[in-house]
C-alpha cells in the first residue's frame, strides 16, 4: 500500500500582498475602503484559506458600526484590532500551521474566520469543516455563523421536540431563515414573523403559520408557544411572556434595536425574571464549532436545509452589501464573491 505524505505547506511568495475590504475606524459602510495588505500566515492549530466567498452576517455589521459601544470592550475601543472584517467564509485551504491535522493543502472548506472580506484568511482548525462537494461556495459561506446560531438556539438552548409550538421573530433573516428549516426538521410546528412583503419567502422555508407584524401582533394572536426564538425586533419582555406557555422557552438572540451602549439590557432582564417565574426566559450567544458545522454541511447536501441566499456582491461593492443589510432589505443572506 502507497501512504501518500500529508502536505503541509505550499509554495507561497513570501510577503505577498492581497486584497481586502479594511475599516480603519467605526461608522457607516463608508469606512469600508478596498486595500492592499499583507496575507496573512497561519499560527499553530490555524490554516490560510484562499477565500471564494464570504457570508455577511449582521455581526459584521456590528463591528463595522462599533455598537453597540460595549462590542468595543473586546473589539478595540477607538479602532478595531482586526482591521478586515468579516467572519464567515468558504474556500480552498492552501497553507497550513503546526499541529493541523484535519485539513491538508487543496481541502474545500467552509466555516468562521478572522478577516473573511478578503482575498486570504486565517481560520481555526476547530472552526472549519470540509465543504460539501454539491454545495457552491456562495452557498457554503452563509451557512456558519447563522445556520450554527439557529441549530444550537433549537437544540441546545430551547430543546426542540417534535410537536411543539416554536414562533420564530425574524424569520426572514440570517438566522431566522434557518431556524424555520430547522425546527420543521425536527418536526415542530412553526410560525414565522416577518414584514408584509416577506411573508411568501417565510412560507416558502416551511412555516406552517406567518405572521406579519406590520398588521398583526403575535402576543395577541391566540396563540401561545412552547419554544420562542426571539431574533430580529427588540420585543419587551411582557410581549414574549404574552405568547409563550406557562412552562415554555424564550431564546433571546438578537438585540437589534436594543439602544446603542450596553445592547443586551433586555437579555439580562430576562435572565434575572426567569428563576422566579415558571416561563424559561434565556439569553444565547453561539459557540463555534467544527462539529456543528460538518452536521449542518451535511443537512444542506441532503436538501433537509437550503441557504437562503439573497444576493452576492464581488468583494469591491461590500459597502454596497451592507447598506442593503442595514436597510433591511434582504431576504436570507446576501454573499461577498472574492
Given at each position: ?151 444550537q438556539a433549537l437544540r441546545e438552548m430551547g430543546r426542540v421536540k417534535a410537536g411543539q409550538s416554536v414562533l420564530v421573530i425574524g424569520a426572514s433573516g440570517g438566522v431566522g431563515s434557518y431556524a424555520v428549516q430547522l425546527a420543521k426538521h425536527f418536526g415542530a410546528k412553526t410560525t414565522g414573523v416577518c414584514s408584509t412583503q416577506k411573508l411568501d419567502f ?137
Amino acid at each position: 500500500m502507497v501512504t501518500r505524505k500529508r502536505q503541509t505547506s505550499v509554495n507561497l511568495p513570501q510577503g505577498a500582498m492581497m486584497r481586502a475590504m479594511v475599516q480603519r475606524g467605526y461608522g457607516a459602510a463608508s469606512v469600508l475602503t478596498l486595500e492592499q495588505i499583507p496575507r496573512p500566515a497561519p499560527a499553530p492549530h490555524q490554516v490560510l484559506v484562499q477565500v471564494r466567498s464570504a457570508g455577511l452576517d449582521r455581526g459584521a455589521w456590528h463591528i463595522m458600526t462599533g455598537k453597540p459601544y460595549l462590542l468595543r470592550l473586546v473589539f478595540g475601543l477607538r479602532t478595531p484590532r482586526q482591521p478586515v472584517s468579516g467572519q464567515e467564509l468558504a474556500g480552498t485551504v492552501v497553507d497550513v500551521g503546526t499541529g493541523v491535522r484535519g485539513f491538508r493543502i487543496g481541502d474545500e472548506v467552509f466555516g468562521i474566520g478572522a478577516g473573511a472580506f478578503a482575498e486570504y484568511a486565517v481560520a481555526r482548525e476547530d472552526k472549519l469543516a470540509h465543504k460539501p462537494p454539491g454545495v457552491s461556495s456562495e452557498s457554503a459561506s452563509i451557512v456558519p455563523v447563522s445556520a450554527v446560531t439557529a441549530l444550537q438556539a433549537l437544540r441546545e438552548m430551547g430543546r426542540v421536540k417534535a410537536g411543539q409550538s416554536v414562533l420564530v421573530i425574524g424569520a426572514s433573516g440570517g438566522v431566522g431563515s434557518y431556524a424555520v428549516q430547522l425546527a420543521k426538521h425536527f418536526g415542530a410546528k412553526t410560525t414565522g414573523v416577518c414584514s408584509t412583503q416577506k411573508l411568501d419567502f417565510v412560507r416558502s422555508l416551511g412555516a406552517d403559520q406567518v405572521v406579519d407584524y406590520t398588521t398583526e401582533d403575535y402576543s395577541h394572536a391566540g396563540r401561545n408557544y412552547d419554544l420562542i426564538l426571539d431574533i430580529g425586533g427588540n420585543s419587551s419582555l411582557h410581549r414574549l411572556r404574552g405568547a409563550l406557555r406557562s412552562k415554555g422557552t424564550a431564546v433571546i438572540i438578537g438585540g437589534e434595536g436594543a439602544g446603542d451602549w450596553i445592547g443586551i439590557g433586555r437579555q439580562l432582564r430576562a435572565v434575572l425574571m426567569s428563576p422566579f417565574i415558571s416561563q424559561n426566559l434565556r439569553m444565547f450567544v453561539a459557540k463555534e464549532r467544527s462539529a456543528d458545522l460538518e452536521l449542518l454541511g451535511g443537512l444542506v447536501e441532503a436538501g433537509v436545509i437550503t441557504p437562503q441566499l439573497g444576493g452576492t456582491y464581488p468583494l469591491d461593492q461590500t459597502p454596497q452589501a451592507m447598506r442593503r443589510l442595514e436597510e433591511g432589505a434582504v431576504s436570507g443572506k446576501l454573499a461577498v464573491r472574492v
